[in-house]
């Protein structure tokens, strides 16, 4: 796509945790280590927007030192630069519970989010005692995904995405990492046509259209690739780093 932004001047990026900023080892690879801390000395913000949970994206934020907000749970919580919450949308324990019961139903690997901690192919004995985030399905068989994918669209309950092409994330509707960077940008004072806002999987591609600039990493899907005004590398060649240096720091 050649629609490119380039008037508008980056204060912001926000960047997709695996699949994006994390190598296949799920690290953090020392180029883009080096270009965050760079755009973070020239006064841009650096947001993780991300599908996991603060539980598990907290540490790479203190590792990178970042001094901002971040997005978790594809923006069903966001924190501040303190690390306190600003934001929570909760998934109805009703509805989790269904989800959960149409995981077993078609035998399906499965996780969720709470607010507590991650759950992966378990569940609490009571799950109406916590407070939930976040469903997922992993579904290798490709009709069986169709099938609950339908399911979970009929219900007009949930946002639908995915962080790989054999999963569906399911948020509560009208949740997104975009929907969550709106709000960012309203506490900085700031307007997402001054984001860059960076991902590969259905789960970015909200937030990669509302961008100023939007960045698919060259392993992104190709309906985010579709979408992107930019293709950088991929998460093994430092394909944030080059985003960061081609659109925020030249």
């Avoid at 934020?61 to 501040?80: K, P, Y």
């Avoid at 991650?118 to 995904?145: C, Q, S, V």
């Avoid at 990492?177 to 046509?193: D, F, T, Y």
Wanted: proline share 2%; aromatic share 8%.
């Amino acid at each position: 796509m050649e629609n490119f932004k380039q008037d508008a001047e980056i204060k912001l990026i926000a960047l997709d945790m695996d699949g994006t900023l994390l190598n296949n080892k799920g690290e953090i690879p020392e180029a883009n280590r080096q270009a965050i801390q760079e755009a973070q000395k020239k006064g841009i913000f650096v947001v993780l927007s991300t599908g996991r949970s603060i539980n598990t994206s907290r540490d790479h934020a203190e590792t990178l030192e970042l001094t901002s907000f971040l997005v978790t749970a594809n923006g069903s919580e966001i924190w501040d630069q303190n690390r306190n919450l600003v934001s929570r949308n909760p998934v109805r324990s009703e509805l989790i519970q269904w989800m959960w019961e149409l995981s077993q139903q078609h035998n399906t690997k499965f996780w969720a989010i709470s607010t507590e901690r991650n759950w992966n192919d378990e569940m609490p004995e009571d799950l109406h005692t916590y407070e939930w985030l976040k469903f997922g399905f992993n579904i290798e068989d490709d009709a069986t995904r169709e099938f609950i994918f339908k399911e979970l669209e009929a219900k007009n309950e949930f946002e639908l995405t995915n962080s790989t092409l054999k999963n569906i994330e399911v948020n509560p509707k009208g949740i997104s990492k975009a929907k969550g960077l709106e709000l960012v940008c309203e506490k900085l004072g700031i307007e997402m046509k001054n984001v860059m806002a960076v991902g590969d999987s259905l789960n970015d591609l909200a937030m990669i259209k509302a961008a100023g600039i939007g960045v698919a990493m060259g392993n992104a899907q190709e309906t985010v690739k579709e979408a992107a005004d930019w293709i950088t590398s991929t998460n093994e060649e430092n394909g944030v780093a080059n985003a960061i240096r081609k659109w925020a720091l030249s």
